[in-house]
């Protein structure tokens, strides 16, 4: 079994990779769930996860891309 992975901004639990390696190096994953790309959107930002997340909500947690 794939082990899968959760995004930091919607807390989808299936992300393919790690959005971001121990040697914080982006995945460029595209979260299927908020639409959020790891290594284009933001580094590994808890702020800019935070932001993003808040506009999805408002967006009534539709993807946003």
């Known amino acids: 079994m794939d082990k899968k992975y959760i995004c930091p901004v919607c807390e989808f639990d299936g ?3 790690e959005p ?3 040697d914080n190096e982006p995945s460029y994953e ?3 769930s908020c639409g959020f790309e790891f290594g284009f ?3 590994n ?3 800019a996860f935070a ?3 808040q506009r999805w909500i ?3 947690r539709k993807l946003i891309i």
């Open 41 to 43: 959107d933001s580094a």
């Open 51 to 53: 932001e993003f997340r």
């Open 20 to 22: 971001f390696s121990e």
């Open 58 to 60: 408002k967006n009534g």
């Open 15 to 17: 992300l393919k990779e």
């Open 30 to 32: 595209v979260c299927p």
């Open 45 to 47: 930002d808890p702020a």
